[in-house]
Every structure is written in C-alpha cells, then in structure tokens.
C-alpha cells in the first residue's frame, strides 16, 4: 500500500513540474535559513560548555553603583580558597596585554597574551597538545603558546623546551602547546605567561590589594555543590571583602556561571567577544518564523491546486478510498517535497555558509558525519512535512464525491479565511525583519555620523613600545620637526572604550557616601587641538608651567556631580588617589566609551610618561605620514616592529556586534519577502482560477484590463494593511526594546514604517500582478466554452 502511494506521489510531484518547482523553492529556502540561524544559535549557547567543570566554575564580577565590571582584586582569589570550604578552586586571569615575541629572525608582536594562576588547566579543560597539565605553568620562567604560535615561530619542530624571548629582555621556555581555542569559548588566548612572572613586579600581586579590580577571578566550587547556596556564598564574599578592604568601597559582587559569560555580560573592563542573548532571542524567532511562513506557501499552493484535484479525490472514494487514505497519500506527497527540499537546502547551506560565516563573524561548520546533525534535520524535514501537508491533505480529502463529480465543488468560506490569516501572518512577518532592518541600520548610521565630542576623522596611532618610552623628548622632537607628523598628541589610553576608574577621589563638599566611579585619561598640553575637543572654561595644560602636571582638568559631567558651574569650579581643589591639584578648566563631554552608555565623569591629568602616539594627518597625505612614522620608529625603536591603527577604525569595531545582527537581518528579510511572495502568488492563482468563468462574463460585458486585475488585487491589498496593522505595534514594541541598550539612539518616526510598509505592499502588488494580468488578458471564449 505505502509503496503505492509513493508511486502515485512521486508520479503527481513530476507530472506538475511548475507546482513542485514552487513548492520546493519555498520549502528548501525556508529550511536553509532555518538550518542557517539554528546552527547559529546553537553555537552561541555552546560557549563554554566544553569545560569538564563547567556548571561548578563560576566569574566573580562586581558593581559599585551603576558601574557593573567584570574584574574583581588581586587578593580576593587566595583568601576566599582559604576561608570558604565551599570552594574547590580558584584562578586569576589577567586582563589581556600585547608582548614582543622573538624567536630567532621571526620576531611579531602579539595581542592575545595572558598571565594565569598554575592550576588554570585543572580548572579550564583547554586541550593540552604536549606537555604536563599540572606543571605547565609552575615556572616563572615558562610559557604555553598555542598551536597556530608554535608553527608560526617554530613551524613544523617541537616547540616543547624551545626558548621564546621577549620584550627584547626576557627568556621564557615553552612548557607546552596548546590547541587553538575553540572558537565557542569566551576566553582566547595566543600565549599565556604564569602567574608567577607578573608577581614580580605587578604591586597588586605583591601586596595582595583588595581595593585596586585589575583581575577575572574564576570559582570552582565542589561536584556536589548546591546552586541554591549561591546567595549564601555572597553574603560570605561580602563580608571577607568589608573585612579586608575596611570602610574603603562598597562593593557588591555576584557569581556568573561560566556558560553565561558570552551572552549575559553587560560588563565593563571585560574580554572582547562577548555575544547577546537578545539576539539569539530575536534569531530563534526569526527561524521559526521563516520555516512557518515556507510551511503556509505550501499550504496555499496545495490548496491553489484544489480544484484540479477535487474529481481526483472524488474517483478514489467511489472505489472505496477512505478518508484517512487519502490523508496519508497527501501527506505522503507533503513528506516526498519536504525531504527533496531538504536535500536542496542542505546544498544551499553549503552555498551560503562562508557568507553567512562573514556575515556572523563566527566560523560556523557542518559535519557531515555528525548523526545528532543528521537526526535534527530529519526531524526539521519531517516537522515541515506535516505541518505543510495537514490542512492540505484535511481539506482535499473532506471533499463530496457525489458534488465533485458533478461539477459542483466549492470552496469553503473557512479556507478562504485561513489562507488570508497565514498570508497575513506571512506579510506580519516580512514587515517586522523589514521594520527590524531598516532601524538597525539608522542606528548604525547615527552612531557612524554622531559627534562623540571629538573628531574621530584622519586620527591614526602608534603606541609607544620598547625603547619609545625610553626616549620620550627624541620622540616628541621627531615628530614636531616633521610637517607630516607635527599635529600629535601623547596620550596614555584611546577615548574609544576607558576601562580605567577609580572612587578614591575628593573635592571639598563632596557626600562621604557617594561612590562615583571616576574614570582619567592621561593627557598633554596638544591633547584639546588634535581631538579638536571644546574648553568651556579656564584653560588646558601649559608646558611653560611645571605645576600643571599636579593639575587637573575635567568634563562638564564631573563638574556637575562636583556640584559646581562653569562660574566657581575652575580654581577647586581637588585629591585624586595620593595626587592632590587643582582644577585649571573644563573641556565639553565627550564620549570616552561605546553609545550603549552614558557620558561619564572624567579627569585628565597632565601626561609625564607617554602611552599612544596620536597624529592628526593631513588631507590626501595619510601614506605619506604612515612612512614619516614609520622612519621615525625605526630610527628610534629599531628592535620593535612598526604598528599603527586608525581611531576610526577601532569605533567602528566597538559596534561589531550590531553590524553583524544588521547583515543577518538583511539577509533574511530578503529572504523571508522572497517566500511570502511564493505564498502570495499561490492565492493570487488559485483565486485567479476560482474565478475564471466570472472573470470571462465579466470580459464578455465590457469589463477593461484595468479592471480585472483591480478585481484580483484588491483583497490582497487589504490582506498586507491587515498585517501592517498587526506589524507596526509589534516592532515598534522589540526594536524599542533593543534601542534600550542604547544610551544614545534614534527615535521613531512614522517614515520607518512607512518605508517597511510601502516595500512590503510594492513587492505584494508586483507578485498579484503577474497571475491577474494573464488571467485579464485570458481568451473569455476559453473559460466559457463548457458553460
């Protein structure tokens, strides 16, 4: 029986070539986005999760205020082993840093470098490719490189016991290699130097501070530990910090479980990289919405074709088909596509992932002999197959014989009104990744265009390594001498994402009890006329006056949370950590860190040592300067290499995240209308067929083109308003939502809808069109020949 109905099946697919091509179209297009942002998703929620210990191991983090780190002191790690038996294991990780590494002629600089406790990789489960776990990093003088590091200085040798030198003054010996991390870990890394090396001249570490947060502290807690106690623990946290740090800051602290690093930190001071649970929210929607709306085409096409099937169905009852017969032989036909489009979108997934990778900025993989992935996408198949077969296969095999056979079948009122809600939802759907796209990207744009305070443009750097701090005035010399070079400024951090702050701060007035986290920048007396930032009152740095460099300047933000004006706060005395100056003026605020938050308070200092080279280049001479810097560090710094970024360039990358969901969305917002538009032109020709003879009377009478294809039209036009009914409030309410993690954002305005909205009804009319016009410019003779 079941083979019979194969046959006929597979007979009905190739027999209506044009009906099946349409079919799976939709389906496998719908499938491929689905596969697409599962696999997606599905990494983002792996992250971490390879770590043995994973659901023991747990981030302490820490806000003062609304100032949310995910740093916490060099001396709580040790003390909180020691006084809570809870605790299995702690780690400290320090905050990445970059390194000279030199071995031989090969000689880089790398940014991806740590300093870990000794027992990281009995806590961490990072595969160990040679070497021991538990002595690896007992050595000051060792080192553990990754595998992409040992081939790139040692290519195909055994770096085990080889020496690596760095900094032009330091040997290390390579403990052991690494595999690369994987790519759905939070904390990557390209060399990671022991604990033990920073300790030897890091004060933190030497002195065990509490009050200075420079360190990521990881908890492992015992294999039997309850998750209910948490709250427990930090209360105890709590306490042992207050006991160590007296009345110093206040602090709260909470525990962060390692698999919800990458989506659920909204820290500062953090590790680059992190994901956002919003948007694997918002992914996960769009997926299953997508596969429903491929589902509902093929509902529509099915039901588009009712007519020509209805004797079809009639004939199988009068020679004894049951209905439940005929269901499975409809939906045996829905199985058959759904498992041909399968096939199709797994081609296009292969197609579409480098793309996809590009666009998503992950390195996302298929494995082909994965048969988890294989059982998933049997199971997507045979979900999409029922789904889009039921109401086809209940509506066809409802159908009268005795009416059918006669001529007299008609449709119900109640399919109609089902096709229209699915086609509405289809069109709700497409409006909403419209809607969603076109705010994503206005906001990109108004954070590209906003004027952060500064002027971002023609800004390029090129940090001070090596023997540059050494010769700071050389420098200085070099780079005034040259027109190329003379507009610089030396500054000790990027005003793009500060990540230095500090509550030990003071001005007479100040509330004892407030514990504003002040971030500073060092800066020089060129600072205000490189970044072309505003000074509002008194005046900036002076290299004439030597007691400048125990002055301060601050932003108008600082100035108001001092409590003063423009009128009384330059002359103030003010204490900041051991440094006690004077306030000598006050510059306009400018952004100093990503839009999602707020202008902060800031102080700059006057600028002793160095940090970053900024130069101002001229119009059209950018090569020419990047060289000019470039003699000028080989001559000065000859045993570094030469480095240099751009300042917009790094603002930019601050938004990565934002960029990507904005590439995604266009990508299945084109896709999703491309579907909907199948769904809608199945309805358009199964009315176009329902109505045939009435449209051939109408002909006959005098009714114009114009007119017929107004008649076919206008209920879809009335479908899509429908929808953009239901479609506005819908995104107003989540891409309001997603601009709230913006501290700086566009505001609504009806053209964003009405863009959205006007695409939407474009496409929907271009799509009627096609079936309405054949249908109007149809022979009536032909649809009135059998009357």
């Not at 040692?154 to 052991?176: C, L, P, T, W, Y």
């Not at 829905?334 to 489009?341: E, G, K, N, P, V």
């Not at 030990?504 to 504003?516: A, M, N």
Request: aromatic share 12%.
């Amino acid at each position: 029986m079941f083979r019979n109905y194969f046959k006929i099946a597979w007979r009905n697919i190739t027999r209506h070539k044009a009906y099946s091509i349409l079919n799976i179209a939709g389906l496998s297009i719908g499938m491929a986005c689905s596969i697409l942002i599962l696999l997606w998703v599905q990494h983002e929620l792996s992250y971490d999760r390879f770590n043995r210990h994973a659901h023991e191991i747990y981030r302490l983090t820490c806000n003062a205020g609304d100032f949310k780190a995910a740093v916490s002191p060099a001396g709580m790690a040790e003390e909180l082993r020691a006084e809570m038996p809870e605790i299995e294991a702690t780690v400290r990780i320090s905050k990445p840093s970059t390194s000279l590494v030199e071995v031989g002629d090969k000689k880089f600089e790398e940014h991806r470098v740590f300093f870990a406790d000794s027992n990281f990789l009995q806590v961490f489960s990072y595969a160990l490719l040679s070497g021991d776990r538990k002595t690896a990093l007992n050595s000051a003088d060792g080192v553990l490189i990754t595998q992409d590091i040992a081939k790139k200085y040692f290519g195909s040798e055994d770096a085990v016991g080889k020496m690596i030198r760095v900094n032009n003054n330091e040997n290390f010996v390579v403990k052991g290699i690494l595999a690369n991390a994987p790519s759905n870990a939070h904390f990557r890394f390209d060399i990671i130097f022991p604990m033990a090396t920073l300790a030897r001249t890091d004060y933190d570490l030497i002195n065990k501070v509490w009050g200075n947060f420079n360190f990521y502290t990881y908890i492992q807690f015992h294999n039997n530990f309850n998750k209910a106690g948490i709250p427990g623990i930090i209360k105890k946290i709590k306490a042992i910090h207050r006991a160590h740090n007296g009345d110093g800051l206040k602090v709260d602290f909470h525990l962060q479980p390692l698999p919800d690093i990458h989506l659920h930190s909204d820290l500062q001071i953090d590790l680059p990289g992190h994901g956002n649970i919003q948007y694997v929210n918002i992914f996960f929607i769009v997926a299953i919405f997508i596969l429903a709306v491929a589902c509902i085409n093929f509902m529509n096409l099915a039901t588009a074709r009712s007519a020509r099937r209805a004797k079809e169905v009639g004939l199988r009852k009068v020679v004894g088909a049951s209905r439940y017969q005929i269901i499975l032989q409809f939906l045996g036909e829905a199985m058959i596509i759904a498992f041909i489009s399968l096939l199709v979108a797994i081609g296009i997934v292969y197609l579409l992932l480098p793309v996809f990778n590009t666009l998503s900025g992950k390195e996302l993989t298929i494995n082909a002999f994965s048969g988890e992935l294989w059982i998933n996408l049997l199971i997507i198949a045979s979900v999409t197959g029922i789904l889009s077969g039921s109401y086809p296969a209940l509506f066809l095999s409802g159908f009268k014989p005795v009416k059918v056979l006669k001529g007299k079948v008609k449709v119900a009122d109640a399919s109609f009104i089902l096709r229209n809600t699915l086609v509405v939802a289809q069109f709700v759907v497409a409006i909403l990744l419209l809607t969603g796209t076109a705010v994503v990207y206005r906001q990109l744009n108004f954070i590209k265009n906003k004027n952060l305070g500064f002027d971002k443009e023609n800004l390029l750097y090129v940090p001070m390594t090596g023997e540059l701090w050494n010769k700071r005035q050389s420098l200085r010399s070099a780079l005034q001498q040259n027109p190329l070079t003379s507009d610089f400024s030396v500054i000790s951090d990027l005003p793009t994402a500060l990540i230095s702050g500090t509550t030990d701060i003071d001005w007479p007035g100040r509330d004892p009890k407030s514990q504003v986290v002040v971030p500073s920048i060092d800066v020089d007396v060129k600072f205000m006329d490189v970044f072309k930032v505003k000074l509002l009152a008194g005046r900036g740095f002076s290299a004439a006056l030597t007691t400048d460099s125990s002055n301060y300047m601050i932003n108008e933000k600082m100035m108001q949370v001092m409590g003063m004006n423009i009128n009384n706060v330059v002359g103030q005395n003010i204490r900041f950590g051991d440094n006690k100056g004077t306030v000598i003026g006050v510059v306009k605020d400018f952004n100093f860190k990503p839009l999602q938050y707020a202008i902060e308070p800031l102080v700059l200092r006057f600028n002793k040592y160095g940090g970053l080279v900024m130069v101002r280049t001229q119009p059209g001479k950018t090569e020419a300067t990047i060289a000019a810097l470039k003699d000028i560090s080989h001559s000065l710094n000859p045993s570094y290499p030469f480095a240099y970024s751009f300042l917009d360039k790094d603002i930019d990358n601050l938004y990565r995240g934002e960029q990507q969901m904005g590439g995604i969305f266009n990508l299945f917002a084109a896709l999703a209308i491309f579907i909907s538009c199948l769904g809608l032109y199945g309805l358009s020709a199964f009315m176009a067929e329902q109505r045939t003879k009435e449209i051939g009377v109408r002909k006959v009478l005098g009714a114009s083109i114009f007119n017929i294809v107004y008649l076919l039209s206008a209920n879809f036009t009335g479908l899509i308003l429908i929808a953009m009914c239901i479609a506005i409030p819908l995104s107003w309410v989540a891409m309001s939502k997603w601009l709230d993690g913006f501290a700086y954002r566009i505001e609504f305005n009806w053209t964003i809808f009405l863009a959205a909205c006007a695409t939407a009804l474009l496409i929907a009319w271009l799509t009627v069109s096609y079936e309405s016009i054949k249908a109007a410019v149809a022979n009536p003779v032909r649809s009135l020949h059998t009357e």
